[in-house]
């Protein structure tokens, strides 16, 4: 079974950071491409970023650029999403996904986690 566990969201205030982790089995994780999205209640769930397998390429949303990094370790089948200046905006469910063809795009992505919630107060 390829199982995809997010954590590392909770409530933090605006300025503030979190740090997400994925935590992949199942899978050879050293293959696939990497995303983290997130989905506010009522909208669609939107590309927030992206790593290659190899080499580790990184792509993000305009609105979070300067603000998230996105990284990788295939030696521990994990990724991460560094959040810093987090903003109200970013509340949202966040999901880590896997997928062979990088992409911005949902529909690419493979396999997908629960999600785990990232609040942000004013």
């Known amino acids: 079974q390829v199982q995809l566990v997010e954590s590392g969201g909770g409530l933090v205030q605006a300025g503030g950071s979190l740090r997400l982790s994925c935590a992949a089995s199942?899978?050879?994780?050293?293959?696939?491409?990497m995303g983290w999205f997130r989905q506010a209640p009522g909208k669609e769930r939107e590309f927030v970023a992206g790593v290659s397998w190899v080499p580790s390429f990184t792509y993000y949303a305009d609105s979070v650029k300067g603000r998230f990094i996105i990284t990788r370790d295939n030696a521990k089948n994990m990724v991460y999403l560094q959040m810093t200046s987090l903003k109200p905006e970013d509340t949202a469910v966040y999901y880590c996904?896997?997928?062979?063809?990088?992409?911005?795009?949902?529909?690419?992505?493979?396999?997908w986690g629960q999600g785990t919630q990232v609040t942000v107060s004013s």
């Open positions: 199942g899978l050879t994780f050293s293959s696939y491409a």
């Open positions: 996904a896997t997928t062979k063809v990088l992409s911005r795009s949902s529909n690419s992505y493979d396999n």
